[in-house]
């Protein structure tokens, strides 16, 4: 009450006229094209193929075990800051198991509010304002906005189609880095372009951090989605980076289990320790009797993590198909479950204005890639669907898009 009286201005909740409320380090980022289309699926009655997530839940057994943890009354009250130990135990029992990667569960691992917490606190922990981050364009939404609110700079190097995949320009990259570089964010298998960086890449990447001493950011929330003859590679595993990599993964995607927002981060201690100092001050913990869940979900034997990576083999050809025979030049995703695509062979350019009239046109949503880059331009002609939908949405997906624009 002193306070508002006090004041010789009238009460004005959202700020005066002359300073906007929002500040300049958000100020450029608006509301995601997520909700923009997500609200235009509704309206128009469209199959919604914008937005990367499942339609149907992960594995019953593991959505038992987080019943069984929140009857059992465990991780009901704030679960411990790096996670409980059995997640922790699981993370590190996974990566030695897939990659002969070894963390030490209790100062090499940090249980995190989903990859996305994991990518603000790794940004906020180790960037200090004015530190560039050379990161591939185009880039998830996130990481943008996490670098600006680090008070970091952004210096993106795009990747180019390039005989039918998103290729890294290795001069590029080595172009990009300046004495300010602080730090490489790398996504690998990549979204949105379905591209999983080869091992020719990554060694670049990696020799590259260690001649300019970078730390590496690596972001492999899709590492269990690759395709065919493609393998994902960690980062981590490379000569000299165990111990300047910071490598992010994630529940949600490999699991299907998006809502329940359990992430982690594995990294030598001092960078763990570094993430943690930003973690505990935004969510502090999160997902307690999930993570429990979670941590029997890492252990599922080989079968279950074939079978999901099969599953959604078909789901692509079957959606990329669809693409094919309406007339789009697709990407076909090495891995993820997204779908990039040119409309130029629509005889399109400005994949905005084609994502805001394809609910009119055809029923299907989707989202314009140029989002996803600082060069906008770059980005213009690249439109992406997500494939993770039941078969029969993808199905009546791809003859709506065939009725609209086959010929
Ligand atoms: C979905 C996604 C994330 C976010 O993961 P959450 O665990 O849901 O926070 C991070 N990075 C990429 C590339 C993603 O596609």
Redesign the pocket.
Known sequence: MTAMTSSARPADPAGSAARPPLNRRLAEFGTTIFAEMSALALRTGSINLGQ?FPDTDGPEEIREAAVRALRDGRGNQYPPGPGVPELRAAVTAHQLRRYGLTFDPDTEVLVTA????A?AAALLGLLEPGDEVVALEPY?D?YAACIAMAGGRRVPVTLRPHEGRFRLDLDELRAAVTDRTRLLLI?TPH?PTGTVLTRTELTAIAELAVERDLLVVT?E??EHLVFDDAEHLPLATFPGMRDRTVTIG?A??TFSF?GW?V?WVTAAPALVSAVRSAKQYLTYVASGPFQYAVAEALALPDDYFDAFRADMRAKRELLAGGLEQAGFTVFRPAGTYFITTDIRSLGESDGFAFCRSLPERSGVVAIPNAVFYDHREQGAPFVRFAFCKRQGVLEEAAKRLRKAFAH
Do not use: Q
Request: glycine share 22%; proline share 0%.
């Open positions: 990367g989903g990859a996305t917490e990518i998830y996130s996504n979204n972001d929330v899709y994630s949600g995607k998006t927002k992430g």
